[in-house]
């Protein structure tokens, strides 16, 4: 494991030499190295894999259902860091087609609303129990596409933070934004990753950088 910035972590093949790169996005009360455990769950030895780190454990304060103004300007904060993070990555010769986001609860919330407000072609994007921010009645009106960007969501039917409604919500507008969304609910599942989420992401990341991707 090697430190990139003071912020950002990063462990799996060198970037260098990756054929790809995950940004690992973490929970709240969670840790960039909690994230980088999900790397050894893949079977994917030539990607490199980076977890960057939010303030406190948190990347913005209160529900990702909660007024946008609530949640500045922390929100905005994280946001940009991911931005440097795929930034930094192209700048080392992975653009972000050969680039997946990949978070797990107030994480997959966050890699979610950065895919949204910068669309364009991703190598991948996953959401573990997750969904997209913003009070009820937002529309995510942003530029861009996601240019048949494969989209995993995977989520419980009785989620206690992720309503199911703005699970489906989330899924019908990244279609809107043209990804190749694949949205399953896993009945009695809780707040979670189960197996065949990690199955459903590992066919993602195996296919970026290759003719399938």
């Keep these: 494991m090697t430190t ?3 912020n950002v972590i990063c462990t799996g093949a060198p970037i260098g030499a990756a054929r790809a790169a995950v940004v690992l996005v973490h929970g709240r009360g969670a840790s960039a190295e909690s994230m980088l455990g999900l790397a ?13 780190q939010a303030p406190s454990g948190s990347w913005y304060p209160y529900s990702f259902m909660a007024p946008f103004a609530r949640n500045e300007p922390h929100l905005g904060h994280a946001l940009s860091l991911l931005s440097d993070v795929v930034d930094d990555l192209g700048k080392q010769g992975l653009p972000a087609e050969r680039v997946a986001l990949l978070g797990f609860s107030q994480g997959a919330c966050l890699a979610l609303e950065f895919a949204v407000r910068n669309a364009r072609r991703y190598g991948g994007v996953a959401a573990l129990s997750g969904a997209l921010i913003g009070p009820e009645g937002t529309t995510w009106d942003y530029p861009g596409q996601l240019a048949g960007t494969p989209v995993f969501l995977g989520c419980s039917d009785v989620d206690s933070h992720i309503p199911l409604a703005r699970v489906h919500e989330s899924a019908n507008v990244l279609r809107a934004r043209g990804g190749d969304v694949t949205e399953i609910i ?11 989420e990690i199955d459903h992401v590992e066919r993602i990341l195996r296919s970026i950088g290759t003719s399938e991707g």
């Excluded at 050894?40 to 960057?52: K, M, R, V």
């Excluded at 896993?186 to 065949?196: A, E, K």
């Design 4 to 6: 990139l910035k003071s």
């Design 40 to 52: 050894d769950a893949f079977a994917t030895p030539d990607i490199a894999y980076l977890a960057p």
């Design 186 to 196: 896993y009945p009695g599942m809780g707040h979670t990753i189960v197996q065949d």
